[in-house]
Nanobody, 126 residues
Framework: QVQLVESGGGLAQAGDSLRLSCAAS????????FGWFRQAPGKEREFVAA????????SYADSVKGRFTISRDNANNTVSLQMRSLNPEDTAIYYC???????????????????WGQGTQVTVSS
């Protein structure tokens, strides 16, 4: 059983920073890859960032590259998403997801993730 709980969402102004956290209730946290996805109103859910199992190689969507940083803390079973230079287009529900896939090139795909959190709302005003 994998349980994921996101926190840290809220209201921000353009240019602000926010940090999202995902607490994972799993055995052997280091064996899981994690991703952040987001869904804006009226749009499909999309990939944001991922960190692979064990040593935590990272990947990002082009829209957030250079502004967002994903990190993992294997000692505390948490995954974080540091978001900088936020803009209104970042407004969305952000979801944390977990995967046991060993194929890093698939971590940008939702079908690689069997487990999902409930999401946390991020709203950025201009």
């Amino acid at each position: 059983q994998v349980q994921l709980v996101e926190s840290g969402g809220g209201l921000a102004q353009a240019g602000d920073s926010l940090r999202l956290s995902c607490a994972a209730s799993v055995r052997a946290f280091w064996e899981y890859s994690f991703g952040w996805f987001r869904q804006a109103p009226g749009k499909e859910r999309e990939f944001v960032a991922a960190t692979s199992w064990s040593r935590g190689a990272t990947s990002y969507a082009d829209s957030v590259k250079g502004r967002f940083t994903i990190s993992r803390d294997n000692a505390n079973n948490t995954v974080s998403l540091q978001m900088r230079s936020l803009n209104p287009e970042d407004t969305a529900i952000y979801y944390c997801a977990a995967s046991q896939s060993r194929l890093g090139y698939l971590l940008n795909q939702q079908r690689s993730y069997p487990w999902w959190g409930q999401g946390t709302q991020v709203t950025v005003s201009s």
